[in-house]
């Protein structure tokens, strides 16, 4: 196996577990400054809000939320199509637009966090940051001009922070599970070996095996075209990432023959086709999150989908026009996945990274910890 860990190499490339250095402490500042808001990085203990904030490629999204005795409650959210990584192949930059609409997206998430009185939270941002090379000029105008201090996390904390949000989705009985988060710039995999011992023990100790695809819905859909696709074009999306996915299928090789073996995925992708599957006149998360579909199911689907054309997607109440695009490139991916790891059910999460450091910030804190007599 390779020690790309070890080099600062990670692209394209699966990690044993025993090869990774430790993750670092959710909520330690960044060395460039503190953040501007009163974020405190110990416990806070007058039941003050946490917060989560994940930019992504493509969204902006915001969880706010309080302790509660399993997990936590949510008492504020947001999310926002801001296509940060738009042109970012092509540019290797992002672009005035796409940085002035997230600017834009991020003083709705300062003002929500304010309003909330959030006194620890951590706020990072994924792949179109780290692939840019104006990232890092882009987290300091939002520091100097919004006072949110944002931390470009690397792809191994990015695919922990995703198994940890939606782990609890996993069948308990299951033996093996492969978690995968389909972003807008990569694609976070990762192998669950053993069975869970409870539902806020930490799921990252069960990772045999991770990758990080750089791959996502706006990549693959800037390269070989979102609004008119063939089946051909399909299949050329669906061969890339398998070849790409070549290195994670030989480390995790034998995942699927274990008992109750089955996928569980989170990301637009799989909200989108459980919204279809259930033929909802609009989304609904409630029914969405934690709901199973069988692999004929799922091929359904996703065969419709292509049959489908871009104004059939666009007009579709679980897919819209921001995301008509995309969503077939989504679905190449998570085809990709499916051809490596044939499983007879897939899991559908609609939580996932925010959702991952609510957890970890709260299990540092200790929150569930039970009080003495």
């Not at 091929?299 to 579709?316: E, P, S």
């Amino acid at each position: 196996m390779s020690n790309a860990a070890e080099t600062g190499s990670d692209k394209g490339l699966s990690r044993p577990l025993a090869s990774l250095p430790p993750l670092a402490a959710a909520g330690v500042p960044r060395a460039a400054g503190e953040p501007r808001l009163p974020f405190r990085h110990k416990p806070p203990a007058d039941g003050s809000a946490y917060a989560a904030l994940d930019l992504g490629t493509n969204n902006c999204r915001l969880l706010i939320a309080h302790p509660s005795r399993h997990g936590f409650r949510v008492v504020d959210a947001f999310s926002r199509i801001v296509r940060l990584g738009e042109g970012l192949a092509a540019n290797e930059a992002l672009s005035v637009l796409a940085i002035e609409r997230t600017l834009d997206a991020l003083k709705v998430c300062r003002d929500k966090m304010l309003s909330r009185g959030v006194r620890r939270a951590r706020l990072v941002a994924t792949e179109a940051c780290r692939a840019a090379r104006n990232g890092e000029v882009f987290v300091e105008r939002v520091q100097d001009e919004i006072g949110l201090d944002l931390e470009i996390v690397d792809r191994r904390t990015e695919a922990y922070l995703a198994v940890t949000g939606c782990a609890a989705l996993a069948d308990p009985n299951a033996h093996s599970v492969v978690i995968f988060d389909i972003g807008g710039g990569s694609t976070e995999i990762a192998w669950l070996d053993g069975q869970a011992r409870s539902p806020l023990s930490d799921p990252t100790k069960r990772i045999r095996a991770w990758d990080s695809l750089p791959v996502g819905v706006v990549t693959v859909a800037e390269r070989h075209g979102g609004v008119s696709v063939t089946r051909e074009s399909f299949e050329a999306m669906v061969d890339e990432v398998s070849r790409l996915l070549e290195p994670f299928q030989i480390a995790a090789g034998n995942a699927s023959s274990a008992p109750g073996f089955h996928l569980l995925g989170t990301s637009g992708t799989v909200t989108t086709l459980g919204g279809i599957f259930l033929d909802l006149p609009r989304y609904d998360r409630r029914q969405v999150d934690g709901l199973w579909m069988t692999d004929t199911e799922v091929d359904r689907v996703i065969d419709d989908l292509v049959d489908t054309d871009y104004d059939g997607r666009a007009t579709h109440p679980c897919i819209g026009r921001d995301r008509a695009d995309l969503v077939l490139a989504g679905c190449a991916i998570l085809e990709a996945i499916r051809r490596a790891f044939p499983a007879p059910r897939l899991r559908i999460a609609d939580r996932g990274l925010r959702e991952g450091i609510l957890m970890n910030l709260m299990r540092e804190d200790r929150v569930w910890r039970r009080p003495r007599r």
